[in-house]
């Protein structure tokens, strides 16, 4: 069965940091590309940021480049989002997704093996 399974969500204030973990089961991230992506009420899933296997990565906007550090651990075939600098605004459900090629895509529909999501909620 393959899965991916995001942790490390939960309540925090303004300021604050989480880091979020995305761990695949049944299919390794290996040379593909890996995303985040978040949903908050009553909007559309948005990209977050996302990194490929040689390392190299995107980001939404400058304001998440800058509080946000997206990485990847092969060996443990896990993806992180370490978020700094928490705001109100990053409060949503955020997921992790896979694309079947190494190339980083800000787009939604680009990947095709997504999780279940972790609630992250940032208080004011």
């Known amino acids: 069965q393959v899965t991916l399974v995001e942790s490390g969500g939960g309540l925090v204030q303004a300021g604050g940091s989480l880091k979020l973990s995305c761990a695949a089961a049944?299919?390794?991230?290996?040379?593909?590309?890996v995303g985040w992506f978040r949903q908050a009420p009553g909007l559309e899933r948005e990209f977050v940021a996302a990194?490929?296997?040689?390392?190299?990565?995107?980001y939404s906007t400058e304001s998440v480049k800058e509080r946000f550090t997206v990485s990847r651990d092969d060996v443990k075939n896990t993806v992180y989002l370490q978020m700094n600098s928490l705001k109100p605004d990053d409060t949503g459900v955020y997921f992790c997704?896979?694309?079947?090629?190494?190339?980083?895509?800000?787009?939604?529909?680009?990947?095709?093996?997504w999780g279940q999501g972790t609630q992250v909620t940032v208080s004011s």
């Open positions: 990194v490929t296997w040689g390392g190299g990565w995107i």
């Open positions: 997704a896979r694309r079947n090629t190494g190339a980083l895509s800000i787009y939604a529909h680009d990947y095709v093996i």
């Open positions: 049944g299919v390794t991230f290996g040379d593909y590309a």
